[in-house]
């Protein structure tokens, strides 16, 4: 029967991934009055329209010319990928994972359950799940080298750049993933990124605080067992707070995956060598770590630390908008133009776990600055509203993590979401390696003329001055 309409209850068909044709643009050249037709295209029923960059190379004043690019540095309005993994709608602060609402997946949902809908597209059966979770305990352990490398930092080391230099170190185990067509392979290797980051991350939180490692205690569920290696003494078995699992467990599905960010856009650009994944995630971690990007988690807390007080919240808003003192950290997103879902849910959250460990003596300028914000034109009429940063730090400070190592907790969990995005990638026949154009700004050509005494000067003075 043509049009019939699906039954209420039935499950909504997986979407094509393909980009439909809705319509044309055209295009006059004024340099050559020449008129040229492009396509619209669009993704699904929720999917953006979109023109392909590489329709206007046709655009040109002359045959030998390169043709018309796109200027959008920062891809501020450029979509380097189509992709089925993520949906967000940043007006409406909407959030979901391969369709399911985050909301629904933080109340119901297990991280390694979202990490596998992540991956799969579908929620796993319970045979699917129980495999994927027995994989990924089997394989939590590391090769006992990389406790030796880590021993190699210093004791301030930031546990960033420890786990940045970990996950890449763990390519030299693994040369093996180097096989990234093979899809046993990349199993295998989204299996041991998953199950070993916790103990990665653990381990770098050891090493700082001077405390032997904890391995891995495969009883215990993927959160449990994180915290057990981090936290662990002389017990011969950890017991959780169960607060503090349910916590855990609802942050890292939050901060599982967010479509195109930049340290997914670093996995995809650098996976897009064909490098191995591990060497790709680890680059996923570097652009984490930045301020801007996972690292406003820390920030926040050292900006409330500045602050101080309830009372200092007023001078220090009058300093972000002079532009003179640092932006007002956890607040703002390229998408998120209202309230991010996450940072309500996040909000929520940090009742439960202060009820269980007693307020946190900086909720309160927390709160104040969020209210002083929300109700500034400032931040109103540039749609700045807390971003999922803004509270976690909180969360993280009162289980009595370290400031430092709070993106080392945002990189766990984000984890799944890189590999879901790193495997869509090397699926989707369109992608090639990825290379932006440039528009050259520089000199024209010009000879060579040296200005130099001579080329190699001695750095011995130097250092013997020191
Ligand atoms: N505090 C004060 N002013 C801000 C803030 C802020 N947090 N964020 C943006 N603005 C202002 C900018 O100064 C700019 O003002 P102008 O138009 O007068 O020049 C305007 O708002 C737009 O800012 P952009 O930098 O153009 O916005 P963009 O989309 O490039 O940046 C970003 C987004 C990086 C998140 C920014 O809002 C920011 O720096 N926030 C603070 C850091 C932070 O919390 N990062 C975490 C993001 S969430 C995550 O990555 C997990």
Same mark, same amino acid.
Request: glycine fraction near 4%; proline fraction near 6%.
């Given at each position: 029967m043509a049009n019939a309409q699906p039954a209420l209850d039935a499950p909504p068909s997986p979407p094509s991934g393909e980009l439909q044709a809705t319509g044309t643009l055209e295009i006059k050249d004024s340099r050559t009055n020449k008129n040229y037709s492009v396509q619209i295209i669009q993704g699904g029923v929720e999917g953006d329209t979109a023109t392909r960059a590489?329709?206007?190379?046709?655009?040109?004043?002359?045959?030998?010319e390169f043709g018309l690019m796109t200027y959008d540095p920062a891809f501020?309005?450029?979509? !380097?990928c189509k992709s089925a993994i993520t949906f967000i709608d940043g007006d409406r602060g909407i959030l979901r994972y391969r369709g399911y609402p985050i909301e629904q997946l933080a109340e119901k949902a297990t991280f390694l359950e979202v990490a596998w809908l992540l991956r799969h597209g579908e929620l796993p059966t319970q045979s699917e799940y129980d495999q994927w979770v027995r994989d990924i305990t089997f394989h939590t352990y590391v090769h006992e080298n990389i406790k030796n490398f880590l021993q190699g %930092?210093?004791?301030?080391?930031h546990p960033m750049s420890m786990l940045c230099s970990t996950v890449a170190a763990l390519s030299s185990f693994y040369p093996?993933?180097?096989?990234?067509?093979?899809p046993d392979q990349r199993n295998i290797s989204i299996v041991r990124l998953l199950a070993k980051l916790p103990t990665l991350a653990a381990f770098c939180y050891r090493h700082i605080k001077g405390l032997p490692f904890i391995y891995p205690d495969?009883?215990?569920?993927y959160t449990e067992n994180f915290l057990s290696m981090v936290a662990r003494m002389s017990e011969p078995k950890y017991e959780a707070n169960p607060v503090f699992v349910k916590a855990l467990e609802v942050l890292f599905i939050l901060h599982a995956d967010h479509e195109q960010n930049c340290s997914t856009n670093a996995v995809r650009a650098v996976g897009s060598s064909q490098v191995d994944p591990f060497s790709a995630v680890a680059a996923g971690v570097a652009a984490l770590y930045g301020p801007l990007h996972g690292g406003a988690n820390e920030q926040v807390l050292r900006m409330i630390k500045e602050i101080?007080?309830?009372?200092n919240v007023p001078g220090f808003i009058d300093e972000v908008k002079s532009g003179k003192? !640092?932006?007002?950290?956890g607040f703002g997103h390229r998408v998120y133009k209202s309230y991010d879902p996450r940072a309500k849910i996040v909000k929520a959250l940090a009742d439960d776990v202060f009820k269980q460990v007693g307020m946190d003596k900086d909720l309160e300028i927390a709160l104040k600055l969020e209210e002083a914000a929300l109700s500034d034109d400032y931040f109103v009429s540039r749609k700045l509203y807390p971003n999922v940063d803004f509270y976690t730090g909180l969360i993280y400070r009162s289980m009595? %993590?370290?400031?430092?190592f709070f993106t080392v907790l945002f990189a766990v969990a984000r984890t799944a979401g890189w590999l879901a995005q790193w495997e869509e990638m090397l699926n989707?026949?369109?992608?090639?390696?990825?290379r932006p154009r440039q528009i050259y700004v520089g000199y024209g050509e010009r000879p060579y003329e040296s200005q130099l005494k001579t080329k190699f000067p001695s750095a011995k003075k130097d250092v013997l001055r020191k």
């Open positions: 590489m329709d206007l190379r046709q655009i040109k004043t002359a045959p030998d501020m309005n450029t979509a !380097s %930092f210093r004791y301030d080391a093996e993933a180097k096989a990234i067509h093979d495969n009883d215990l569920s101080g007080h309830p009372k003192g !640092s932006r007002l950290m009595a %993590f370290p400031t430092d989707d026949k369109e992608q090639k390696i990825a």
